[in-house]
């Protein structure tokens, strides 16, 4: 839209000089792409510990076991499981509900040792914008992805989940 308009303002004479587009370039830029995204963690010793938005900080409690995480964004769909340690996958949660236990956070109760997540970008943000996230201090994950020795998920089966961060961008 925006080169459109450059182009046809570009051709535009006004007392046979032409018009400068950079004055439309205000009005053509996106509006605010930033995404917030919301988490939290419960873990076996502390429950469910307090907020953290984007990365302000982690959430977790060093040396204590994350058993359940909820998020949530304010602009586009976001959906995230996590991986039992010792066991399987559970379902998929696109919800932020503590006091639903079945769908409104991913956790069982039960040590958890690695997470999956994706964003989805809404139509008027652009450029797609995905979730960037890590397990302890491991490496950060794109969404789920799988290229780039990414491994379409974040932490290591087998070790207890301590500290978790999340970030759209």
Same mark, same amino acid.
């Given at each position: 839209?925006?080169?459109?308009?450059?182009?046809? $303002?570009?051709?535009?004479?006004?007392?046979?000089?032409?018009?400068? %587009?950079? &004055?439309?370039?205000? !009005?053509?830029? %996106?509006?605010?792409?930033?995404? !917030?995204?919301?988490?939290?963690?419960?873990? #076996?010793? =502390?429950?469910?510990?307090? $907020?953290? #938005?984007?990365?302000?900080?982690?959430?977790?409690?060093?040396? @204590?076991?994350?058993?359940?995480?909820?998020?949530?964004?304010?602009?586009? +769909? &976001?959906?995230?499981?996590? =991986?039992?340690?010792?066991? #399987?996958?559970?379902?998929?949660?696109?919800?932020?509900?503590?006091?639903?236990? =079945?769908?409104? *956070?991913?956790?069982?109760?039960?040590?958890?040792? +690695?997470?999956?997540?994706? *964003? @989805?970008?809404?139509?008027?943000?652009?450029?797609?914008?995905?979730?960037?996230?890590?397990?302890?201090? *491991? @490496?950060?994950?794109?969404?789920?992805?799988?290229?780039?020795?990414?491994?379409?998920? +974040?932490?290591?089966?087998?070790?207890?989940?301590? #500290?978790?961060?999340?970030?759209? $961008?």
């Amino acid at each position: 839209k925006f080169l459109k308009l450059l182009r046809k $303002e570009q051709l535009k004479l006004k007392n046979n000089q032409k018009i400068n %587009p950079t &004055i439309y370039l205000d !009005n053509d830029l %996106p509006t605010n792409n930033i995404v !917030n995204v919301y988490y939290r963690v419960r873990t #076996k010793k =502390h429950n469910w510990l307090p $907020e953290v #938005k984007n990365l302000e900080d982690f959430a977790g409690y060093e040396n @204590s076991a994350i058993v359940g995480l909820a998020m949530k964004v304010d602009k586009g +769909a &976001i959906k995230y499981r996590v =991986h039992i340690k010792g066991g #399987k996958w559970l379902g998929w949660i696109t919800k932020y509900n503590l006091n639903d236990f =079945h769908y409104g *956070y991913a956790g069982d109760n039960k040590p958890i040792d +690695a997470v999956e997540v994706y *964003y @989805s970008t809404p139509n008027d943000i652009r450029p797609y914008k995905r979730a960037k996230y890590k397990v302890n201090n *491991y @490496s950060w994950q794109y969404d789920n992805e799988k290229t780039k020795g990414q491994d379409g998920y +974040a932490g290591a089966f087998g070790v207890v989940a301590t #500290k978790f961060q999340i970030v759209i $961008e």
